[in-house]
């Protein structure tokens, strides 16, 4: 049977990319666990437990009742789920007549009464859809946005061996370093992703960019003995465009199947054209020239790196061939480059998750519906042309609505409804008044009481890098502005605001 094109992406409920089933709703002839086992299921004929057959997979009791059995599972890297595999396998006269997924955005280590509880949005990635016995049975997702767990439902009980569910990883860098300092682009649970090599007889190419060292040498990239004049490479499409200044190189468990020599080379794909370019062997320039390896060594380099560029794709050769367990590829993003990876995770963001984020860069609803599902865009640049459209598409009730979110200048406490990001930005904004005196403070209140009586909405100003005597002397000046000019010009201000935020929020 062919495969679906999705099954050659990464599974993201991988146990090497340490996904976990974190509940079930009954489990009582095979436990919930076995549903991530990374070998194909097994079958003993004459295996038993005190409960029943002994089935390599996930079997709930038969339901006598109204209702349906689950399992969740909790995802080894967010991602965007472009298809899944229920794999029905030795299951004949005991699988599930029909399945959905759902899906939903929350923090890895949510617990599973926060999973269960109402406030949890759960998506429906698949809808309820037949299942054959003894099967894999793949299913593509249209789906557009990040999940951390998905729910597998089965109708109404029955038994399930392996679930597979392939996508392209979307981590949270707001939790996981903010991409700044040395980042791991070859990384899988950092975004990089093995596109194709020449070979993997023995072991699986995706196996070189798992966390930790490898647990055997099957858990490594391996090639077949090569005959004549040949050798073997792998493509890695890195995390994040970068300028390379570390690699590790690791054949660990590889001793009498090590390759002989490597070399890496790397090209920029960014940009128009960027996919021919990959195929276009002048375009690939050399990071690490032919080196010798080692047995069951990992290898480090760095002064040996030369001087390449930024690049988004890596391809390790090794020659003539061999296996390789694992490969890192450490680079220091620059600020273009971490807020690609900030514009990444804010184009796959669900919609309720997306708004919760525009709202704390702006407080008009309408503007925040229309960048919200004006997504995914294509660069930093084409969000805030977006922003700057839509803002000029807004109307005066739109630009009350957005400064009512604000605090005023020099006050403490938040605004009504205004979240914890917004909350710490405002704070961070108006660091110009955080050390003022009392009589400027005293100063400040009554100009914030005299702009409020003349124009009826608070005094609005890009604080940002402004000190406490300039906010004053622009409040003085604006007081002479008619009302219908500082309307606009206020718009302004809090347009300036907005697009700030707007960097901020994808700066990851």
Known sequence: MTQPPFTELLDLASLRLRASVVAASDDFFAEKENLLKPAEAVFLPHEYTDRGKWMDGWESRRKRVEGHDWAIVRLGVPGVIRGVVVDTAFFRG?????????????????????????????????????????????FAVDMPYAFTHVRLNIFPDGGVARLRVYGEAAPDWGRNGHARGEVDVAAAENGAHVVTCSDMFFGERRNLIMP???????????????????????????????????????????????????RVLVCDAAGEGGEARLSD????????PRTKLQADT?????????????????RLE?????????????????????????????NTLTPTAAEAALRACCGSARWNEWMRDGRPYA?????????????????????????AAHPR??????????????????????????????????????INRAYEARFGFIYIVCATGRSLDEMLDLARARMTNDPAAELRVAAAEQHRITRLRLEKLLEP
């Open 94 to 138: 005991n699988y599930p007549s029909h399945c959905s997924i759902e899906a939903c955005a929350a923090p890895l280590d949510a617990r599973p009464e926060t999973l269960d509880d109402p406030a949890t949005e759960w998506i429906e990635v698949l809808p309820k859809s037949p299942l054959q016995g003894d099967s894999k049975n793949p």
């Open 212 to 262: 930790d060292r490898a647990l055997n040498m099957g858990d490594g990239w391996e090639t077949r003995r090569s005959r004549g004049p040949h050798h073997d490479w792998a493509l890695v499409q890195l995390a994040a465009r970068a300028t390379l200044t570390r690699l590790v190189i690791d054949t660990h468990h590889f001793k009498g199947n090590y390759p002989d020599t490597c």
């Open 281 to 288: 062997e002048g375009a690939w320039r050399e990071l690490l």
């Open 298 to 314: 990992r290898h480090w380099f760095e002064g040996e790196l030369a001087a390449a560029g930024e690049a988004t794709h890596l």
């Open 318 to 346: 090794v020659f003539p061939d061999g296996g390789v367990s694992r490969l890192r590829a450490f680079a220091t993003l620059s600020p273009d480059g971490r807020q690609a990876l900030g514009l990444a995770r804010f």
């Open 379 to 403: 660069s930093v640049a084409a969000l805030l042309a977006a922003a700057d459209a839509t803002w000029s598409w807004t109307s005066a009730d739109d630009w009350h609505e957005a400064f």
């Open 409 to 446: 200048i020099g006050e403490r406490k938040a605004a009504a409804g205004q979240g914890a990001t917004a909350k710490a930005w405002s704070a961070a904004e108006q660091a110009g008044t955080r050390d003022a005196s009392d009589a400027k403070r005293a100063e400040l209140a009554e």
